[in-house]
């Protein structure tokens, strides 16, 4: 079976994913961006339930980003030590 295509570039040095390398990357970071943008304004919100709603979504969002940016890197999150991996 073959591999999704990847979103993101690995980075050259450390661990994790670089910038995106597909046009799904940029709309996932857009889309990030967004609920942030929302969470943003949950949390001025002065009701306690709203800012509550605003943080659990806050957590969901980040859980998937990296999820998602995690499945569709290129070659994986690994330690990389430049042009040697």
Known sequence: MDEPKPWFAPERYGYG???PIAWQGW?????YIAVIGVVA???QQADGRVRTIGFALFVAATATFLSL???RTKGGWKWR???RD
């Not at 709309?27 to 889309?31: D, E, K, N, V, Y």
Request: charged share 20%; aromatic share 18%; no cysteine.
């Open 27 to 31: 709309a996932l970071i857009g889309a």
């Open 41 to 43: 304004w949950l949390d």
């Open 81 to 83: 030590w430049g042009k």
């Open 17 to 19: 994913a670089g910038l």
């Open 69 to 71: 940016v995690y499945k």
